[in-house]
């Protein structure tokens, strides 16, 4: 049997979590489909960990249940739920070698010796350690382990994959990498994979869909192209993005229009009157006199740095700071002139 050649789609339906005092997860129900890789992406404590160690079994949920492939899992101990996971701290054993870490889930089935053998010499070929196999964990590097933690996630041929944070302890380039190594790796293998993160940049680059949580509410379950150009709601719009999504609070008209204290334009949407926020990327602010008669705005303390490939040039209006990125620091009238108004959102 190759390795990958089990594939399953993970359901979670109206899946709770209440401790004592708070609700860190409110009935979430997300699909995860055969092979695909689903980034769960939010803010530190808003129930990312607890929806993923519910799916694994680590934790009971309050209500809802967890399928797989069709089969309610909600009731099954960890080890029966045929699911791989990776998590931050690598969680190898000091004394084992690297062949013994990888083969360790097969041993303790009682896998025959020479199929152990075998596939943990697959396993190393494929994530490049097959040199290493007789070192101890204290030997490697901090990406070395890692990819030994996937080799034993991997090495049973599990239906989902489980990841919770797994690059946090690694340096920058290092994460990059290893974030391009994961994810070349799941699709060829093609297992589901649920896969945590509270980097915006892991979850975009890395998810075929990204399910935004906070405060333990799923906020938007999306392509990663969906979730950056329609968020769903104001929060959405600001956790996505670098610099982050120009806001300015102002209110809906009578007449559809959006005013505040700055300018009045009107917006595609459809919205009620009362308080709302219009937010526009920073790679959506140009510098020169509109073409057509739209939004311009005055900007005074302007400030501009250079990021090598681009600047980022901010101004403000009135207490506001709008940024934009740009070719060019040369700012001329002092005008940002943002060429889409793409989200208006109430609060
Ligand atoms: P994240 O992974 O997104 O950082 P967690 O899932 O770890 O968030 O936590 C979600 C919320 O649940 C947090 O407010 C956290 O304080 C709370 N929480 C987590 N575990 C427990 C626990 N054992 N007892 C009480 N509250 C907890």
Redesign the pocket.
Known sequence: QAIGDTMATLSVDSLRKE??D?T?VHDLSFDVKDGQFCAVL??????????LRMVAGLETPTAGHVYIDGVDVTELAPGKRDIGMVFQNYALYPHMTVAGNIGFPLKIRNTPKSEIGARVGKVAELLGLSALLDRKPKQLSGGQRQRVALGRAIVREPKVFLFDEPLSNLDARLRTDMRREIRTLQQELGVTSLY?T?DQVEAMTMGDKILV?ND?RLQQFDTPKNVYDHPKNLFVAQFLGSPTINVVEGEILASGEFKCDYFVTEIDENFQEGRAWLAFRPEHVEFHEPMIPCVRLAVDNILSELHGHEYIVQGNIGSATIQSRSNSSDVGQHWFVPTKLLHCFRG
């Open positions: 401790y004592e708070s860190a939010g803010p530190s404590g808003c129930g990312k960990s607890t929806t945590v509270h949580l333990g």
